[in-house]
């Protein structure tokens, strides 16, 4: 069970981090190559503890359906979003956020089980891992150039 972790400075407060790493809008604008999109659950804004949201996607030609819950949230220090249903076996990814002199770190910890057994985890190896480290960082990136600009209020007024 692949384990990926990535920081990224972030030259914005950890307020303003947090929020726009739980806004689905953006999470949207930066997975739009794999045309994910929310279909069900909190489909726009910001998801909050307790809430679901059912993702749309297309991952290696295949239209795929996941459904996370935030199961975790101390803002604006830290979120968990849990898959309850989807592609893989099992899903958890952290978000931590720690503000010093108005940058903020944020950490990812994305933590995984591909299903198949040992299928899955030679799918990882190959493919999987490598393709959602990618994934994960195409949406830092994004993140980041939005916090440090004006256009995170497109987001978050």
């Known amino acids: ?14 307020t303003r981090v947090f929020d726009l790493a739980r806004c689905i809008d953006l999470h949207t604008e ?4 794999s045309h994910e999109r ?3 659950g909190v489909t726009f804004g910001l998801i909050d503890l307790g809430e679901t949201v ?3 996607a297309v991952h290696f030609g295949i239209q795929q359906n ?11 220090h830290h979120f968990r979003d849990s898959m309850l249903s989807g592609a893989f076996k099992r899903l958890d990814h952290d978000h931590f956020f720690t503000e010093t002199d108005g940058r903020t770190l944020m950490r ?4 995984y089980t591909s299903p198949l057994g040992l299928l899955g985890r030679l799918m990882d190896k190959l493919l999987l891992e490598n393709y959602m480290k990618r994934l994960l960082e195409a ?10 600009s004006d256009r995170w209020r497109n987001f978050l007024d």
């Open 38 to 40: 929310a279909v069900e």
């Open 54 to 56: 059912t993702w749309e």
């Open 1 to 14: 069970m692949p384990v990926i972790e990535l920081e990224t400075i972030v030259n914005a407060p950890a």
């Open 30 to 33: 930066s997975m739009s190559g």
């Open 66 to 76: 996941l459904t996370s819950e935030i199961t975790q949230f101390d803002r604006p």
């Open 139 to 148: 949406r830092n990136e994004l993140i980041k150039e939005v916090a440090e």
């Open 108 to 111: 990812d910890v994305f933590d």
